[in-house]
């Protein structure tokens, strides 16, 4: 044990010690907005009609998967904007077209931005501005699932 804390690489690692919790507690915070994303995501979806959904309610839950989640980002905002356009057009809801899209490209971008290797402050920018857009993501989801809510007893009346 004491030759590994001796050696040369051990010593180079000990200026860094103290930021990990720190590294820690940033991860955290973001497991924990991916997993907000994914119950108002999931909610949203359970207010589309299932004829108007792009994919299962569950699969919302494949965006904790480490590694796949870099790819499922994107496709996952591709079919949930795709889910949100088909339901308002059959409800004749006047909203913005591609309700979500920006939101959702600039935060899968950042994610992905975040995992490639680049230089650490480059990746540092990258993971602030992911937690941000992340934020901004989920703000844009619940405003639509409010939308649905309100807008599901006119929907009712239809029939």
């Known amino acids: 044990m004491e030759e590994i804390i001796n050696s040369p690489e051990y010593q180079k690692l000990l200026p860094y010690l103290p930021y990990v919790p720190y590294i820690l507690f ?3 915070i973001r497991v924990i907005l991916e997993v907000i994303l994914c119950v108002i995501s999931r909610r949203t979806l359970l207010q589309i009609r299932e004829e108007n959904r792009c994919m299962q309610v569950d699969q919302v839950w494949l965006i904790l998967i480490p590694f796949f989640c870099i790819y499922w980002n994107f496709m996952f905002m591709r079919k949930m904007v795709d889910s949100l356009n088909n339901e ?6 006047p909203v913005e077209e591609n309700p979500t899209q920006k939101s959702g490209y600039f935060f899968a971008g950042t994610y992905l931005v975040y995992n490639l290797p680049v230089p ?9 501005l992911g937690i941000v857009s992340l934020v901004v993501y989920i703000v844009k989801v619940r405003e639509y699932k409010n939308l649905l809510e309100d807008e599901r007893w006119g929907l009712e009346d239809q029939f």
């Open 26 to 28: 940033a991860v955290f």
């Open 88 to 93: 308002f057009h059959d409800r004749k809801v």
């Open 120 to 128: 650490m402050f480059i990746g540092f920018i990258a993971y602030i």
